[in-house]
């Protein structure tokens, strides 16, 4: 069964630092735009970082977790990480991975739910003193 594996979330202070994990089974993600969405209580599923396969599909970050925030990706491990520091009361959510092979390059794209096929369950985020 192909499918996406989220892990690494939890409970952090703000200011603290925290790295999500994203696991492919059976999906080969070397050619796949990889995405990080997340999900607030009562809120819309929002793109949070996008990367694309290649030095032409580039890289984007919402404007509120640009800098703070670094995605990386090891296509050999089927793995994608998304490095989250400074963690702000703004952060909290269920933090979703997503990949599909077809999407058209572009923030828009990139950050559209419905550009991608294959979704992990999700690993919840908190950020609390």
């Known amino acids: 069964q192909k499918r996406l594996v989220e892990s690494g979330g939890g409970l952090v202070q703000p200011g603290g630092s925290l790295t999500l994990s994203c696991a492919s089974s059976r999906l080969d993600l070397q050619d796949w735009t990889i995405a990080w969405f997340r999900q607030a209580p009562g809120k819309e599923r929002e793109g949070v970082v996008c990367v694309g396969s290649s030095d032409r599909r580039p890289t984007f970050y919402t404007d509120s977790v640009r800098g703070r925030f670094i995605v990386s990706r090891n296509n050999h491990a089927g793995m994608s990480y998304l490095q989250m520091n400074g963690l702000k009361p703004e952060d909290p959510g269920i933090y979703f991975c997503?990949?599909?092979?077809?999407?058209?390059?572009?923030?828009?794209?990139?950050?559209?739910?419905?550009?991608?096929?294959?979704w992990g369950q999700g690993t919840q985020v908190l950020v609390s003193s």
């Open positions: 997503a990949t599909d092979p077809d999407v058209t390059t572009g923030q828009n794209s990139c950050f559209r739910r419905q550009s991608y096929q294959y």
